[in-house]
């Protein structure tokens, strides 16, 4: 049971929130790169996450770099 439908423009999942530093789930990095955000972030979506009984879901940001990576056809 997911809820989570692909919106339009969002062509790549952010990682798993365990994979993600503190920076990157505070959304002061991006979460693809790890590169620190200054100007243009982009929702990334949510990083799901939990650990035992908590939901550790976040929202996070990718670069404008990564942003234009993530197009269809970049894929393997
Ligand atoms: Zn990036």
Do not use: N
């Not at 990334?44 to 197009?71: M, N, W, Y």
Request: aromatic residues 6%; proline residues 9%.
């Amino acid at each position: 049971m997911t809820a989570h439908q692909p919106q339009p423009g969002e062509t790549r999942q952010p990682p798993p929130v365990t994979a993600l530093t503190y920076a990157q789930k505070a959304g002061w990095a991006c979460c693809f790169c790890g590169k620190d955000i200054w100007t243009g972030a982009v929702s990334a979506g949510i990083a799901r996450g939990r650990s035992g009984a908590h939901v550790l879901d976040v929202e996070v940001f990718a670069c404008p770099d990564c942003q234009k990576t993530a197009t269809p056809g970049d894929q393997r």
